[in-house]
């Protein structure tokens, strides 16, 4: 079964850094990958990816709020 999106934080179109709340109760982010970072141990099958602070807050603050919030 695809897992369900819904943007919490981020652009309102188009492909830009945005966090999601999954129908499975997980946080999915988009954003630039990070291959190689200073005290980032990336495990086989994981991926970092780099998104603006605003952009997670944004996230951060629709969660604290129950996830009723809207796009930001």
Do not use: W
């Not at 141990?41 to 952009?55: C, F, R, T, Y």
């Amino acid at each position: 079964m695809t897992m369900k999106l819904r943007k919490v934080s981020g652009c309102k179109n188009g492909t830009c850094p945005a966090v999601y709340i999954s129908d499975r109760g997980t946080v999915v982010a988009q954003g630039v990958p990070v291959d190689h970072a200073e005290g980032l141990d990336i495990s086989p099958g994981e991926l970092a990816v780099e998104l603006p602070a605003e952009v997670f807050a944004g996230a951060l603050a629709v969660l604290e709020g129950g996830l009723h919030g809207s796009a930001r």
